[in-house]
């Protein structure tokens, strides 16, 4: 079956701007999470939801950063006023209950 | 607060030989332990995971994962290396299996023909 999405692969943008980045988790996965990784890095935990609520947010670095999840399926992070240091990779998971996590393939985010 | 250390930058093998990764965690309480592996422009591929049981893991591609309570690791491992294996690696933790996961910074692995 179909593994998770995301789009777009790379985003471009300059400092100041609006982004979103969208994710579409595996079919019935009731968990999703974002994670960050930046160049040379592990991904780092920014957000995970259970169904259409986030279960814990602590990961978010700021209130330029807020995500959304409105259906239980598909999530959408946003970030406001994008600054250099957002520039990363933005990573989604999905998990079914007590399962591990699959990754997407990741959005490439480039603030300049 | 959970951690992951990966000690290591870089492992470089010969093709054919055996490979070690290695990874320590720290938590408080029963850990939960994987290992994922990024090929260049591709997403994280899950290999293997322990929760309990078994302390010897195996997983995709041959892989095998060993966990060790008492030194608090868990190094990949695999008895002949392929020059295909050669990618970044991860350990990561959690307290549950259904709970975020924190990742050590990874270990790149090389394997020569």
């Known amino acids: 079956g179909a593994g998770v999405s995301q789009t777009p692969s790379n985003k471009v943008t300059e400092k100041g701007k609006y982004v979103e980045l969208r994710c579409d988790p595996i079919s019935g996965h009731t968990a999703l999470y974002w994670y960050r990784q930046s160049l040379g890095q592990g991904p780092e935990f920014l957000i995970y939801f259970q169904g259409t609520g986030a279960a814990d947010d602590s990961g978010l670095p700021n209130d330029r950063f807020f995500a959304v999840r409105p259906e239980g399926s598909v999530s959408t992070l946003k970030i406001q006023r994008t600054e250099r240091g957002d520039s990363a990779v933005y990573l989604c998971?999905?998990?079914?209950?007590?399962?591990?996590?699959?990754f997407g393939p990741g959005t490439r985010l480039t603030v300049l | 607060a959970q951690s992951v250390a990966q000690p290591e930058d870089q492992v470089n093998v010969a093709e054919g030989n055996p490979l070690t990764v290695k990874c320590t965690y720290s938590?408080?309480?029963?850990?939960?332990l994987f290992w994922y592996v990024q090929y260049p422009n591709r997403g994280l591929q899950f290999l293997l995971k322990?929760?309990?049981?078994?302390?010897l893991v195996k997983g995709s591609y041959g892989f095998e994962a060993e966990f060790n309570k008492s030194q608090t690791s868990f190094h990949l491992k695999k008895p002949s290396a392929l020059v295909s294996d050669s990618a970044l690696y991860f350990c990561?933790?959690?307290?549950?299996?259904?709970?975020?996961?924190?990742f050590g910074k990874g270990t790149m692995l090389l394997v020569s023909p």
């Open positions: 938590v408080s309480g029963n850990p939960y």
């Open positions: 990561a933790v959690t307290l549950s299996g259904y709970s975020t996961l924190t």
């Open positions: 998971a999905s998990s079914s209950v007590g399962g591990e996590q699959f």
């Open positions: 322990y929760i309990t049981g078994d302390n």
